[in-house]
Nanobody
């Protein structure tokens, strides 16, 4: 139900935009977010957005550089990543959860982001 795209290999300082298209019961997706995972480490929340009121939260490590936004159709979420750093290298996942869900239960496939110096 979630399809992520937009990853790639870039140089430090470059930008990338990730896209996540949701299909199916998207009305139940109150929160949509982007996570990332480095091999051997836990998956971490990078940014999330409340699809109704557009309130956004970011990990401290990406504040000021990444921007999460929702498309006009409500079923698409973007992650604009600027001034990328080598430590941003990871597999990025799109995820969604309902209002009453404690954890993210819907996941897209990962998209690799590689930042080289």
């Amino acid at each position: 139900q979630l399809q992520a795209s937009g990853g790639g290999s870039v140089q430090a300082g470059d930008s990338l935009r990730l896209s996540c298209a949701a299909s199916g019961a998207t009305f139940s997706f109150h929160y949509m977010g982007w996570f990332r995972q480095i091999p051997g480490k836990e998956r971490e929340l990078v940014a999330q957005i409340i699809t109704d009121d557009l309130k956004k939260d970011y990990a401290e490590s990406v504040k000021g550089r990444f921007t999460i936004s929702r498309g006009n159709a409500k079923n698409t979420v973007y992650l604009q990543m600027n001034n990328l750093k080598t430590e941003d290298t990871a597999v990025y996942y799109c995820a969604a959860r309902g209002l009453s869900d404690v954890i993210y239960g819907y996941w897209g496939q990962g998209t690799q982001v590689t930042v080289s110096s």
